[in-house]
């Protein structure tokens, strides 16, 4: 078994995450977006707004600012000139997919539909006919959020109580059909997710495909994990699309066995770890990024802690005197390292980006760190249509930085 430092690990890393192509020389195009895809293979989806939305931050780590609608038309509409590139589904927590890897989460959507949901079950015993009714509607009246059927159907809106049981009974069934995929999501308006039929959404090559049995998806799914990773081990691939313990267990010794993944030692890593065989492992990362809580690259906070001695938590739902460096934290990468942590907040009525703190690493070039990050946060902004960034008081980073962007 090979042997590498975790340098090694970290480089390769980094490149199967994208960070060693060069951002594009004018504005981004569908191209540069494909390219992100084939190497993230997904987007993480999340309501927070604080900053930016979730899915549509890796795109600027790796691409620099670019035209959102890049992405919402990827993502949310078709034209026979631009087809449909993404869908959503439950893959790493909700995510936008390529329409491709459909058939390869069909068995998800049938362990969701034969598993005994007790809040499904109330609302489906309290109304039998609601999931018919649901999806006659969103069939003649689709795309359409869970709002409008409310009013379609005479459903008198939430029930009160815990997360799903503040849902109405219509929203309830709404994400019961998304998860068993008898709904995906049309479009969205906002953040709102308008459902629809899948039929109406996919490519019928898509939907007329052949399901993969759950070991053979398993594998796929274990071997793209691989390819977006670059290295990692058999937690590390297991949860990229949340897979079960047993089943990633099985799909990486068969992958070993097929020649597509090399177990290797990383020095200091307690599991063996495995290297996608089209890994590249460059000599040196020339790279700068500001990564959101659910870059797929720092979203295991225990790998990210492993590849860059780097404690990472996302502090939302912690009490304000309790935090440690702030609400929405996003790590800074420069180069091979994370070297900065900063709070970031888009105060749009202001028309400004807010950096609440910005909190350096232990022994890194305070000058060079901020320079770089001032350079992009100033492009985050620009991205984001806010005319400045204003400077908190939390952190030794923030005088640095307020003296470079003055």
């Not at 479009?187 to 308008?194: A, I, K, Q």
């Not at 909190?359 to 902004?381: C, K, N, S, W």
């Amino acid at each position: 078994m090979q042997t590498m430092n975790v340098a090694t690990a970290r480089r390769i890393a980094l490149a199967a995450q994208g960070f060693t192509d060069p951002r594009p020389s004018g504005a981004p195009t569908r191209r540069h977006l494909q390219r992100v895809l084939g190497r993230t293979k997904l987007l993480q989806l999340d309501s927070v707004n604080v900053a930016v939305r979730a899915h549509y931050a890796p795109l600027f780590s790796r691409l620099g600012a670019y035209a959102p609608s890049l992405l919402d038309e990827a993502a949310w509409s078709h034209r026979a000139s631009r087809p449909r590139l993404l869908v959503e589904y439950w893959a790493h927590e909700a995510s936008l997919v390529p329409v491709e890897d459909w058939p390869l989460l069909r068995w998800r959507m049938r362990r969701y539909a034969e598993k005994d949901w007790p809040h499904v079950r109330a609302v489906v015993e309290r109304s039998p006919r609601l999931v018919d009714e649901v999806l006659t509607a969103v069939k003649d009246l689709g795309p359409i959020g869970a709002g409008g059927l409310e009013q379609a159907l005479g459903d008198p809106g939430r029930r009160g109580g815990g997360t799903w049981w503040n849902r109405s009974d219509t929203k309830v069934i709404c994400e019961h059909l998304f998860a068993v995929g008898e709904l995906t999501t049309g479009t969205r308006r906002g953040f709102e997710r308008l459902y629809d039929l899948p039929e109406r959404v996919l490519p019928s090559a898509v939907l007329a495909r052949p399901e993969p049995d759950p070991a053979e998806a398993t594998r796929e799914l274990v071997a793209r994990s691989a390819e977006a990773l670059g290295i990692g081990t058999e937690t590390d691939l297991r949860d990229y699309y949340r897979l079960g313990p047993a089943a990633c267990r099985r799909a990486v010794a068969e992958l070993v066995e097929e020649g597509v993944l090399e177990p290797v030692e990383v020095r200091g890593w307690r599991h063996t770890a495995y290297r996608h065989r089209d890994a590249r492992t460059p000599r040196k990362v020339t790279a700068r990024a500001l990564l959101c809580p659910f870059d797929p690259l720092v979203w295991e906070r225990a790998r990210t802690e492993r590849l860059f001695d780097f404690f990472y938590r996302i502090e939302i739902y912690v009490p304000a005197a309790k935090r440690v460096h702030g609400y929405y934290v996003f790590p800074f990468l420069l180069d091979e390292n994370l070297v900065a942590r900063v709070d970031l907040k888009a105060d749009r009525a202001a028309g400004v980006l807010r950096v609440p703190g910005a909190f350096a690493e232990p022994g890194v070039d305070l000058g060079r760190v901020a320079t770089e990050l001032a350079g992009e946060l100033r492009l985050m902004a620009e991205w984001l249509g806010l005319s400045d960034v204003v400077v908190g008081e939390r952190g030794d980073l923030v005088a640095p930085l307020r003296a470079v962007l003055s």
